[in-house]
């Protein structure tokens, strides 16, 4: 595979390894939303519609989660070569470790609501 091939194989997978991102964080603060409303109005017609809704969000985050996990495979074994900016030298790890620092913690909080979710639909019995 000559090198132009892989270098659209590796931005094509940098765009997909940063939707999945995307798509997580989004599908989350949605969660988030309908944990915030099921806790403040818990009637019946909501609960049923916030249920279904997070179950196919749950669902949506476990792809993603797979898509992270394969495709940042590929993104870190290709780093070096295809994105590493001379001009910004070691820097860019600093600034690397600092956007997944705040990631990560923004992803474990979403989850953490996220279960909390799942437990209140558990006990729930509207």
């Not at 806790?39 to 898509?67: H, M, Y």
């Not at 600092?98 to 953490?112: A, E, F, N, R």
Request: glycine share 6%; net charge positive.
């Amino acid at each position: 595979m000559d090198h132009s091939t892989l270098a659209i194989f590796v931005m094509l997978n940098n765009w997909f390894h940063d939707f999945s991102v995307a798509l997580l964080f989004c599908s989350l603060l949605l969660l988030w939303f309908i944990y915030r409303k099921t806790q403040e109005q818990p009637d019946a017609s909501w609960i049923g519609f916030a249920r279904d809704l997070a179950k196919s969000l749950n669902q949506v985050t476990r792809v993603c989660w797979a898509l992270l996990i394969l495709l940042g495979i590929g993104r870190t074994l290709s780093y070096e070569k295809f994105e590493w900016a001379e001009a910004a030298g070691s820097g860019q790890v600093a600034a690397l470790v600092l956007k997944h620092v705040l990631l990560v913690s923004l992803v474990l909080g979403g989850t953490v609501i996220q279960l909390r979710l799942r437990k209140f639909f558990k006990e729930c019995k509207i």
